[in-house]
């Protein structure tokens, strides 16, 4: 099945399953600037309920192939090779005997400087193409910062710990730096500093190199062109100063005036700052814990000796991850939820069904009175942490609590349209997702009271989480059910 194909609403039992447990095959995809990673898992799920609302939950998930480390393929500085990549997922499928059909969800994630590869949108493309019911994300820095937070065990051991953490994720090409209190995700920042920044072959030239690279090599005195001799002094100075600057922004919310673009993201505050612990992650991160990992002729081995030691100077403890390179996504969990009729709104059916949609869990105040500013001001921060296009179709996740007065669902109302601002007949369906049963009555106040001229539809009784997509279905007479698939993100 093709990701062209679109997805059923049902699950679908194989000999040996009973109605109330599914096994899925995923797959997780992770290109990166400097890597590829692979990874085949199986889920088994459980159904958590027995009425109208049939929720499945993940209850074991397993590994069951994870390709070696491969290194992406460039045709040149600004191009990926989309051959030479399909062509080694297609031999790890072979090797590990997935074939496209059993493969029931996945996910493709382009991250770090591979997202700006002029072909990047392509190359996804050409990966998920025919193998199965895949999400494509192109995680920019906000996000990808936020796939490391998870992928490395930080959130959980934030969450297991009682911690404030800071998880520095350090890739090929840029660091992404997520804070982390109690096991929610407090600010994410980026900045330029990667061990893939300049590459040397065995004959110690150079064959990859990075604008930052380059501006560095430059200001140190040295040549900085592919093909160009480079010692191993140049590499220890390069290192030692990308190091420093990384340090700088953790504790100071420097910037750096030789890198262009050092700061990807805004340096409000110092991320190191009144934090309780550090966990390093991505490729740097192998290094870091473990000096004795293999050099691959980048800059990452010397990055991680000059961080280790300076971090190791400060009086806050050093804590492992549970996955440094691997701190990526194991692939897609999903279930299935049917929501009662009497509870959702749908103002025009023609905006059924809807596929892959990006859902943002909003953590708003809505106890008391209900500022509307304030919440507009929140969904605009959680929208842009998560990097949402809100000119293309997305759900918005709200926790309702307190009484459903009038003037309570009219603030919240005049919150969601200061947001939205444009109530254009044509813009994209507005989707509002709620755990408590208020969806029929904010849908019908939007649309018949505040004259909402797009498309609205609600739907209530669903707990949604950050990192989760949503298949909404047709209505299904005469029960007047919406079938809902929610698609989690899976990690290790």
């Not at 890597?35 to 069951?64: C, G, H, P």
């Not at 920044?197 to 900085?224: C, F, H, M, N, Q």
């Not at 991850?321 to 691997?326: E, G, K, N, S, V």
Request: aromatic content about 8%; glycine content about 10%.
């Amino acid at each position: 099945m093709s990701n062209e194909d679109p997805p059923t609403f049902a699950i679908q039992h194989d000999e040996g399953w009973d109605i109330d447990s599914v096994k899925l095959t995923t797959i997780g995809i992770d290109i990166g600037t400097s890597s590829t990673i692979v990874s085949v898992a199986s889920l088994s799920m459980k159904r958590m309920a027995r009425d109208l609302s049939s929720q499945f939950t993940v209850v074991s998930r397993r590994e069951n192939h994870g390709s070696r480390i491969m290194f992406t393929p460039y045709t040149g500085d600004e191009r990926i090779d989309g051959d030479a990549l399909k062509k080694m997922i297609d031999e790890f499928y072979s090797e590990h005997g997935v074939r496209p059909d059993d493969v029931d969800t996945g996910v493709v994630i382009l991250t770090g400087e591979a997202l700006l590869k002029k072909n990047s949108e392509a190359v996804a493309n050409i990966v998920s193409l025919g193998r199965g019911r895949f999400v494509t994300i192109a995680a920019g820095h906000l996000m990808e910062a936020t796939l490391a937070a998870f992928g490395s065990g930080a959130v959980e051991l934030s969450k297991k710990e009682g911690k404030r953490i800071l998880n520095i994720d350090i890739g090929g090409g840029t660091t992404k730096l997520s804070v982390i209190e109690n096991g929610e995700i407090e600010s994410v920042q980026a900045v330029r500093v990667g061990g893939h920044t300049i590459v040397r072959g065995p004959d110690g030239r150079i064959t990859r190199i990075e604008e930052s690279g380059k501006a560095v090599l430059e200001w140190l005195g040295y040549e900085s062109n592919p093909g160009d001799l480079l010692d191993d002094g140049a590499m220890e100075k390069v290192s030692e100063f990308l190091a420093h600057s990384l340090f700088d922004a953790i504790f100071d919310a420097k910037s750096n005036d030789i890198i262009p673009d050092f700061t990807l993201t805004p340096l409000s505050a110092p991320p190191g700052k009144d934090v309780d612990a550090f966990v390093v992650s991505g490729g740097v991160g192998e290094h870091f814990y473990d000096p004795d990992t293999e050099d691959f002729g980048d800059l990452g081995k010397g990055i991680a000796t000059v961080l280790r030691k300076r971090l190791s100077e400060s009086d806050i403890s050093i804590m492992r991850p549970d996955h440094c390179i691997r701190a990526t996504v194991m692939g897609l969990s999903q279930y299935t939820a049917q929501i009662s009729g009497s509870t959702v709104y749908v103002s025009d059916e023609n905006a059924l069904p809807l596929f892959n949609i990006r859902t943002v869990k909003i953590e708003a105040d809505l106890i008391g009175d209900i500022d509307s500013e304030k919440l507009r001001q929140r969904i605009k921060e959680r929208t842009e942490m998560f990097e949402v296009d809100v000119s293309s179709p997305f759900a918005m996740f709200f926790h309702w609590d307190g009484a459903p007065s009038y003037r309570r669902l009219r603030a919240f109302c005049e919150g969601i349209i200061r947001f939205v601002g444009s109530i254009d007949e044509g813009a994209p369906p507005l989707i509002l997702i709620f755990d408590e049963d208020v969806a029929w009555i904010i849908g019908d106040m939007l649309k018949s009271e505040m004259g909402v001229r797009r498309k609205v539809v609600c739907v209530d009784g669903v707990s949604l989480g950050d990192l989760e997509f949503i298949d909404i279905g047709s209505k299904i007479y005469p029960a007047g059910v919406l079938p809902l698939t929610v698609k989690s993100l899976l990690f290790h």
